[in-house]
T-cell receptor
Framework: KNEVEQSPQNLTAQEGEFITINCSYS?????LHWLQQHPGGGIVSLFM???GKKKHGRLIATINIQEKHSSLHITASHPRDSAVYIC???????????FGKGTSLLVTP | KAGVTQTPRYLIKTRGQQVTLSCSPI?????VSWYQQTPGQGLQFLFE???????NKGNFPGRFSGRQFSNSRSEMNVSTLELGDSALYLC??????????????FGPGTRLTVL
């Protein structure tokens, strides 16, 4: 099973700050997903990466396949970014996803 | 396009009972995955179906089962409920014609409480 580690576990930032959330995994993967979960449970897929870098608005996700590491960056953070961010990896064989424990982000005004 | 829908949204059962949860994927999506989310274990993969076939199963006991119908709608069933089965059960749909490299679209979840 692919062990997925996220850091930090909890993060508090002031509005406008640059935020980085990290994800490391133990074995090779087919793809890495970044998910956002707001209070109440709804999960939204932010990015799916198999190499390089993707950007959507103020969010940037990068992945280093050799180092088995991915980062999610939020530029100019806003209170509405407060949520749990979850990293999930797909194995090279099969269709399952393994999840990190999540990073709880609170952005204060 | 309508999103992924799950019914019911909330459910309370007692130990020993069984429960069936339903998931309707986004139109055109043929893959449905089920996940269990608990405060202690986080999100865990239950199983994935594509065109009525289970392609992958997570590390859960046989009390957890599922199926997919020809219209891609999926159900999961938990028999002989235990207190530890209390969780948020999420389903997600995707095109997923090749592996797990497609974006997954999640439903709102069914919150199951076992008393």
């Amino acid at each position: 099973k692919n062990e997925v580690e996220q850091s930090p576990q909890n993060l508090t930032a002031q509005e406008g700050e640059f935020i980085t959330i990290n994800c490391s995994y133990s074995v090779g993967i087919s793809a890495l997903h970044w998910l956002q979960q707001h209070p109440g449970g709804g999960i939204v897929s932010l990015f799916m990466l198999s190499s390089g870098k993707k950007k959507h608005g103020r969010l940037i996700a990068t992945i280093n396949i050799q180092e088995k590491h991915s980062s999610l960056h939020i530029t100019a953070s806003h209170p509405r970014d407060s949520a749990v961010y979850i990293c999930a990896v797909g194995s090279n064989s099969g269709y399952a996803l393994n999840f990190g424990k999540g990073t709880s982000l609170l952005v204060t005004p | 396009k309508a999103g992924v829908t799950q019914t019911p949204r909330y459910l309370i059962k007692t130990r020993g009972q069984q429960v069936t949860l339903s998931c309707s994927p986004i139109s055109g999506h043929r893959s449905v995955s089920w996940y269990q989310q608990t405060p202690g274990q986080g999100l865990q993969f239950l199983f994935e179906y594509f065109s009525e076939t289970q392609r992958n199963k997570g590390n859960f006991p046989g009390r957890f089962s599922g199926r997919q119908f020809s219209n891609s709608r999926s159900e999961m069933n938990v028999s002989t409920l235990e207190l530890g089965d209390s969780a948020l059960y999420l389903c997600a749909s995707s095109l997923a014609t090749s592996g797990n490299t497609d974006t997954q679209y999640f439903g709102p979840g069914t919150r199951l409480t076992v008393l």
